[in-house]
């Protein structure tokens, strides 16, 4: 039954997945899919409730007393420029679904429509939790600040990935998806002009110097067998060809399984970044910023999806 059913809405599914494309929006700011996601809960008469500035929690029971399931997806964009050229391409200049959470908002409510038709036969409640703000690994902690979720029983998601076959889905026990932590380097120098950099502390030559530091971390300080990284996403530094920049920003992100790796990324950062700065006569700063633990599968549900 519930596969007939949900081989009749996959166009709806794939129409909102389109559509939320098209409109991509960056994270606490989903004004317009949330809209949407409010006005198709509203038509399925599923009940709901906004939280979080732009989150939505649905209700899907009959009033039978029983186990309590969520359902989660997200529904932030990310700050890329799409040139795909496919007809539902972004129209929001710099902005482009290209994580997948157009296709996760798509499928829960997918996965609504489908529970609502047979809702006369569950037994308990299943919550839909439509998440802002995932991007910034802030969305879920604000959620559950306003809609606690103790009582439940289990929690599922799923992920859109394009390193899996096509077809296949993963829902192996055990971590899955490593933590997402961020960070911020800023190196303060010296500025000058670009023909006595004698006179000056590059925070170029800095950052530069401490991107290829922070390199050695995961190969010389952590072992081969646990996984992790520390990556360097955004480098910013000087205005102009020939004047030696005064600070540099530097902001990436670690990911580890290892709760003891994870907990020590901080002093970690801290140490090659004074160390690297007190080598060229430069300060730095570190801003550290815990998002997201790993997640783990639990046995049980595992074995249930």
């Known amino acids: 039954m519930i596969k007939k059913l949900v081989e009749q809405n996959k166009n709806y599914i794939i129409n909102m997945r389109r559509e939320f494309h098209k409109y991509p929006e960056p994270s606490f700011q989903e004004f317009r899919t949330s809209k949407r996601i409010q006005e198709e809960l509203t038509k399925m008469e599923i009940p709901f409730k906004v939280i979080a500035g732009t989150g939505i929690v649905g209700f899907i029971n009959k009033g039978k007393k029983g186990k ?3 359902l989660r997806a997200d529904m932030d964009a990310l700050q890329v420029q799409e040139c795909t050229g496919v007809e539902y391409c972004s129209v929001n200049n710099g902005l482009m679904h290209a994580c ?15 529970l609502n038709e047979i809702k006369d036969t569950l037994v308990g409640e ?3 939790f439509f998440q802002p703000a995932e991007e910034i690994a802030q969305g879920a902690l604000k959620m559950l600040e306003e809609e606690s979720i103790d009582d439940a029983d289990g929690c599922f998601a799923i992920h859109l990935w394009s390193d899996l076959p096509f077809g296949k889905v993963s829902v192996e026990a055990g971590p899955r998806m490593a933590s997402a932590d961020i960070f911020e380097i800023i190196v303060n120098g010296k500025g000058g002009h670009g023909s006595l950099p004698h006179q000056t502390i590059d925070a170029v030559v800095v950052g530069s110097a401490l991107i290829m530091n922070l390199q050695s971390i995961v190969s ?3 072992s081969p067998l646990e996984s992790s990284v520390v990556t360097v996403g955004s480098f910013h530094s000087g205005t102009r060809f020939n004047v030696i920049a005064n600070q540099a920003i530097l902001k990436g992100t670690t990911r580890a399984f290892n709760l003891e790796i994870r ?3 901080k002093s970690i950062l801290e140490r090659v970044t004074k160390g690297t700065c ?3 006569r430069a300060s730095g700063q570190v801003n550290y910023t815990y998002g997201t633990a790993p997640c783990i599968n639990d046995e049980n549900c595992s074995k249930i999806a």
């Open 68 to 70: 309590k399931i969520i």
């Open 100 to 114: 997948g959470h157009d296709g996760h908002s798509a499928m829960l409510l997918g996965a609504a429509k489908v």
């Open 126 to 128: 299943v919550r839909l």
């Open 220 to 222: 010389r300080e952590i």
């Open 263 to 265: 907990n020590n990324f």
């Open 278 to 280: 007190d080598t060229y």
